[in-house]
Structures are given as C-alpha cells and as structure tokens.
C-alpha cells in the first residue's frame, strides 16, 4: 500500500537554540485518509501541518525528512497541499474580492487564462455553497461573516486540485453552528475530490466525527495514533484517557450537586 | 419566594453601522436568584456578549430595566456606580487581552481592593495572598508580571480578581472558553466551590452546550437578539423546542466512535 | 539575553549604535578637545586636510579650524535634534491623547487643526517661522517642532482609540476605576510605545531641517553648524570643495546612524515575536 507523506523522525525549533516545538515525530499520511492531528496549546501539532506545509518561518530549524513517495517532486503549496487556516481574516488579502483571490491560485497553479480561472472560480463559491457565487465574487472580506470567509479560504485552497488538504483548527474561531456546517462541507469535499485530509484541532469530539484515524500530541510527540474507534473507546495512554473524560458531552453528568441554592 | 438578585425587563440596544441600525438585543427580560447560575447560550451575534456589556454598563441600553439587589441598577452614575460596581463583576473570555500588558499579579489584585476600600495598605499584600490561595495559585505569583503566566493561571487571577469584592453576582463571558480542556475542569470545580462557599450568582455565557448543561441550572437561548427559549439547562437541552436550541443540539460536537465513509 | 544584547545582536542595531556613540562622543567631548571658540582664527585660510596635524581637517575661508567647526557642530545638531524631538513627541502626544478620549466635536476639531499643519510643507512652515521671529536655537527648534508634532498625535490618537476597546480597559471600568486613572495608568503606558518609536524619524528630519535652515543663513549665528558650514563651503566649492564635503559626509553619516538604530529596534523586537 502506498503512502502520500511519510515522516521520520521530525523534529523542529523555531529558533536555532531554542526548545523544540516537534521531536521524534514519524507518521504516515495514507492517500485518501482522514487523519486529525489532536493536541493541547503547546503541543506542536500546528507546527507539525505548517513543516508538512513548508510554511515554517524563516529562522525555524527543521530535522528529519518529509518524504512524498507518491510524488515525482516536492510538494508544492496551493499544487499539491491546500492549507487552511484557523483565522479567516488573516489568510485572505482585505483589498482584493474575494473571486479574484480563489481565481489566482487557479489561475498560478493550473495554468488557466484569466477567463477560464474566473469562471473555475465561481464554480468553487458554488462549490463551497457560498449564496449567490456570482454576486459574492466581488465582495471583499470584510464584508463576509467569519463562516463565509472560511468558506473562500477553502475554496481557494481547492482551487488548484490538490492532493493533501491541511485544515489548522480552521473552526476554532467559529460558532458551533457554523462550525458543524464547516466540517461538513469539509467532509463532503474531500470526498468528492478524493483528497486526503490532515484536521488539526484541540476538539477531540469534532475530531472524532470527521477522522478515520487520531493521533494524539502532547508537548512536541505523539501520545498515541490509531483509529478512531480504538483511540475513543479503548485509548491506550493515560493522557488519552484523561483527553476524553475532560469532554463535556450532552450526556455529561452535571458539575454541581443536585441541590438548587433556593427552593 | 425570594427577591431575584438580578431582574431584567424590556432591555433593548441597537447598534449603528455606517448609516445602518443593527438591533443586537431586542426586549429581553429574565432574573437570576442569589447563588445560582444562569445560561446565556446562542449563535454568533445572537447578542450574549451585548447583554453582558449592558449588564456591566460598559454601554448603555436604548431602553429597559435592571434591577440590582433591590435597587435602580440603571439609575446609578458616577461615584454611585463606581462603588456598587463591587457587587457584580466580570470574567472575560481572553485571558491575555483582560489585563494590562504592564501589570503585576499584585497590582491586578491590590487595584479593587484599593478602590473599594477593602483593606487598608498595609494589609493589602496579605488579603493579596489570601486570594490567590483562594483561587489555588501560589502567593509567590504576586511579583510577576501577569503574562508570564499560562492562560489557566490568568484566569485564576481573573477569577481572584472578581471576588476580590465580594461580589454576588459574577459575569463569566466564555470564561473558559479559551482554556485547554485538562485545565478546564479545574476552572470549573473552582467556580463551583465559590460559588457554595460565597453564595455567588453567575451568569454563564457560553456557545458549548454540553458544558451549559453540566454547569448551569437554567439557561436561555438567544437567537437574533431575542430569548428564543428558556428553562432548566437539562431540560432544555435535551429537549430543545426552538429551531435554534435544535440546531445548537445538532450541531455540538459529539465523541462518535468510528464513521461511515459517505 | 537581556534587551540590550539582544538588540546589539542585531548587525543594524549595532552600527547604528556604534555611529551615534561616536556621534554623541564628538558632542559631548568639544569643549575639551577644542577648548575655546570654534569660529576664532585657528590658521592660514583654506588650508588643506592632512596637511598639519594641529588642523587635521585643514582650514575655511577665513582660517578657522575645520574639525573643531566639525565637533562643535555636532553639539548644535545633537542637541536640536533631540529637543526638536522631544517638543514634538510631547506636543503630538498631548493633543492626540486628548483626541482619542475626548471623541465628538473635540476630537474633531484637534483631528481639523492637526490636518491645517500637516498640508503645510514642514520645511516652508520653518522656514517662515525662523523668517519672522528671527534665528536662534530656540526658534529653530519650535519652527520644526511646529509641523514634526502631527504624526505622533496621528499616531497617539489611533493607540488610544484602539486601547480604549481592549479588554483590560473595560475590565478596569468593572473593578470601579475612575476615568482618570483608568487614562492616566492603562491607557497612557500603553500608548506610548508605538509614538516613541516615531523618535528616530523626526530627530533625523529635525536635524536635516535644521542643516538646512542654517545653510540658507537662518539658522543661530551665534553657533557653528553643520548647515553653515556647508554653506560657506559653496563659494570654494571648486577649489575647496573638503570645506563643503566634511560636514556633509557628517550629516549623512548622522541621519543613518539614526534610520540604521531604529531599524535595529524594530528588528530585534520582532524577533522576540515568534509562533507560540
């Protein structure tokens, strides 16, 4: 069986002396998988899609090899990774409408003329059930909500065909409700299209609805990886373990006694 | 029956956006009880965190009442405002931006009891301590600058911060929203423990209503700037009568072991 | 690594550094190194450098010694641009402060009055000034002060503006802090960095505007300065051009010294920022 991506023994610094954000990290990324990267703040599993993504800072020190048997070449970002990020607002250009900017990278990417890259990019919009794809494609961001600017940002990162789609805790700025519609356009993209999906979260519930596999992370290593069924029924780390009992389900027992404070 | 701590009626805000009027809270009313914890749950934009700035008069409302501890709460200004301040206060959902960069740990705590006259200055760096014993922290963590801390540890001194007065009434506004799932629930059992210990009243704003039905007794659901439903949080929860409390339901996350392919 | 040797670390930092301390060293060190009156007759007249090693930078027209001209130039330039600087941040600080806070017709009458200044070129409105109250030190350093102070109060206003939304600011406002102290002891502090860091800008056009007031005959005729160095250079231009050349390698060497010291501030703090 062929693998997309695999990692050896990454380990990554965002300063030459500083701590190590990543260490000893090997990983297979299997084509046409959903693999959710779950982790804590500190965990390093943003720094982990941003190495898999080439979009380590310039001063960062990476070690270990990334390697990509299932391509003639390296990767190349918005060609073959689709990156998005967690901040709608930050990873689109304010002055620019919004079809401009998904029509680029189709434009850059797949050699389109700028005719065939415009319509390309309506076509996503609808794709990405954005309303009214031929009006919106000259709104700026500013004048999307926070779930229609994510709803672009994957647009544009579809744009191009790619093979790997890294989505870094791409709902973590929305509502639950957005956040569900998300994950379910997500869902359904990456089926259509056959890509891979690398989900970076904190949530491990939401993880576990979109994964076919869980790799938990904890201070720059992996805990434990494996499917998701197994990670959430049976995890075999204690800090697994202690991940899940801290989610707060719907069928949660309630924090407080019984007792109303007035009666 | 006692008196509610808080009632609020009719309150009203709209908003002005570049010429057009944006209603962010439309005739809402509710009451909280003394020692209980009342639910504000909603989409983005339903208005939880609007009612919460009128709450604590960071902006005025277009109309309405507030009444607060048998008082007038609307009616305050100046001084007389300033002083009651002490009886209700805030968390705030970003531990890094609800202090001044500059700030000591100690000053962020000896601020209310300065300005309410709590304890005299020779005391302070001892009720100092004291609170942030209060709230599980080492008294060694005064001296250092807040954002030297971790964002569990700020919102300690954010909670040491608001019973600093003696309070009844506390607004958490997604207080633990932005806070690792391991260092929530201690969060949690500390809110709870204050709450039986001091008799504190909360209200909880949240957008994750699994945790609004563990923690709160009852809740409203906001949608579009009014109350869309109200009631006991498990109640409502689980049997959820409005569109947006079925959406909400619908749409929290849940830990599911394994998919089907679609 | 403490603050200083970080910003030393950075190579801008530290040449720019390095040029201002010699700089602040020629000021600082005048009086003893060339005791007496700079402009007295030192010498024969237009006497070339590295000639005579008791005037190493050789003579002026009327035989004054060049590198003592030098060195004391450096105190007038130094000591305008640093006043000009102050009196501008201090002036663009106070009414954009008053600005940000008072908001309504107050904050748009300051905004109005800081635009009438800033259409007027700085340099004609110096020049004007210094024209109609007459040359001296002072005047020199009010006529720059009087169009230098609009940027800091753009940029003091928009801090201000924008602390007052944080979250600490209304956090203040819950605890019960009254609205001055909550301006004077969370907002303030936090306003000023980004205005200071405006400094380095305006002391290098404060010394240029002034190098330029005193080469067209405005500036304090009491002083040496670099400016009127300049220009009792023009005459000679051809056939000695050093007297015009020195001064003028000094004023760049200046101005970059500035511009190479505040870019090493900006790079060495951002450094410190990386991804968490």
């Known amino acids: 069986m062929s693998v997309l991506a695999s990692v050896r023994d990454l380990a990554v610094a965002y300063r030459r002396d500083g701590p190590l954000a990543l260490q000893g990290i090997d990983l297979d990324i299997m084509p046409g998988e959903r693999l959710a990267i779950i982790g804590e703040s500190g965990s390093g599993k943003s720094t982990l899609a941003l190495a898999i993504a080439g979009l380590l800072p310039a001063g960062a020190v990476q070690e270990g090899r990334i390697g990509w048997p299932g391509l003639a070449r390296a990767p190349l970002g918005g060609r073959d990774i689709g990156f998005v990020f967690q901040d709608p607002a930050g990873s689109l250009d304010p002055v620019m409408p919004v079809g401009r900017q998904v029509a680029e990278v189709a434009r850059a990417h797949l050699g389109l003329s700028w005719r065939q890259a415009q319509e390309r990019a309506r076509e996503l919009l609808a794709r990405v059930r954005l309303p009214e794809p031929d009006a919106i494609r000259h709104a700026f961001p500013h004048q999307l909500s926070g779930g229609q600017k994510q709803r672009v940002a994957i647009a544009a990162a579809i744009a191009a065909r790619p093979k790997l789609l890294i989505a870094d805790e791409a709902t973590s700025a929305l509502d639950t409700i957005v956040q569900a519609e998300i994950v379910a356009l997500i869902r359904q993209l990456v089926a259509e299209d056959g890509m891979t999906l690398l989900f970076i979260s904190h949530d491990i519930a939401l993880a576990s609805e979109l994964a076919d596999r869980i790799a938990v992370f904890r201070a720059g290593r992996i805990v434990e990886i494996g499917a998701t069924a197994a990670i959430v029924t049976r995890p075999a780390q204690a800090y697994t373990r202690a991940l899940l009992d801290a989610h707060i389900g719907l069928d949660a027992a309630p924090l407080f006694s019984s007792e109303r404070p007035h009666a | ?262 | 690594m403490s603050r200083l040797a970080r910003f030393l670390s950075v190579p801008e930092a530290a040449s720019g550094t390095l040029i201002l301390a010699l700089l602040a060293a020629m000021a600082l060190l005048a009086p003893v190194l060339f005791p007496g009156d700079p402009m007295r007759i030192a010498g024969p007249a237009l006497l070339p450098p590295f000639q005579d090693w008791s005037l190493p930078l050789g003579t002026d027209r009327l035989g004054r010694d060049v590198l003592a001209e030098l060195f004391h130039g450096a105190r007038t330039s130094l000591a305008v641009g640093l006043a000009a600087a102050a009196a501008s941040l201090a002036i663009g600080a106070l009414v954009g402060t008053l600005a940000g806070f008072a908001g309504g017709l107050a904050d748009e009458a300051l905004m109005r009055v800081t635009d009438a200044f800033q259409t007027v070129p700085g340099f004609l409105l110096a020049l004007a000034f210094v024209s109609i109250v007459g040359p001296s030190l002072g005047v020199v350093v009010a006529a720059i002060a009087l169009s230098a102070w609009t940027g800091p109060a753009r940029v003091a206003r928009a801090e201000v503006l924008s602390i007052r939304e944080r979250d600490y600011v209304a956090a203040a406002r819950v605890v019960g802090m009254h609205p001055v102290e909550i301006a004077l002891r969370e907002v303030l502090p936090n306003a000023l960095p980004p205005v200071l860091a405006l400094s380095s800008v305006i002391v290098a056009g404060a010394i240029l505007t002034e190098a330029a007031l005193s080469f067209l005959g405005l500036g304090d005729p009491n002083r040496v300065t670099w400016g009127g160095m300049i220009a009792e250079g023009r005459t000679v231009l051809r056939s000695a051009p050093f007297l015009s050349v020195v001064p003028g390698i000094a004023l760049v060497l200046t101005v970059l010294g500035i511009y190479l010291a505040g870019e090493g501030a900006v790079e060495s703090s951002a450094v410190r920022k990386g991804l968490s």
């Open chain 2, 1 to 262: 029956m006692h008196e509610p701590l808080l009632a609020v009626s009719g309150l009203t805000k709209t908003f002005r956006r570049g010429g057009k009027a944006v209603p962010a809270v439309e005739d809402v009313g509710f009451a909280i009880m003394p020692g209980e914890t009342l639910a504000l749950a909603g989409p983005s934009g339903s208005g939880k965190s609007t009612i919460a700035r009128l709450l604590l008069r960071l902006v005025e409302p277009d109309s309405g009442n507030i009444r607060f501890e048998g008082a007038d709460w609307l009616a305050l200004r100046g001084g007389a405002l300033r002083s009651r301040r002490a009886r209700l206060q805030m968390v705030f959902q970003d531990p890094n931006a609800a202090f001044n960069p500059r700030a000591t740990v100690a000053r962020v705590l000896d601020d209310p009891l300065r300005i309410h006259s709590i304890a005299p200055r020779s005391e302070r760096p001892r009720r100092i301590a004291g609170l942030l014993e209060r709230v599980g922290l080492p008294a060694g963590l005064a001296a250092r600058t807040v954002h030297e801390l971790s964002g569990g540890q700020r919102q300690r001194v954010a909670i040491a911060r608001a019973i600093a007065t003696k309070p009844s009434l506390i607004v958490l506004d997604e207080a633990v929203s932005a806070l690792d799932v391991s260092v929530r629930g201690q969060i949690l059992e500390l809110l709870l423990a204050l709450q039986r210990e001091e008799r504190i009243a909360y209200l909880f704003i949240s957008h994750d209503l699994g945790l609004v039905r563990a923690f709160a007794h009852r809740l409203i659901l906001l949608e579009g700037g009014r109350i869309a439903e109200q009631g006991d949080a498990r109640a409502v929860v689980d049997a959820p009568r409005s569109a947006v409390g079925r959406a909400l339901v619908a749409a929290a996350p849940k830990l599911v072991a394994g998919q089907e392919r679609p």
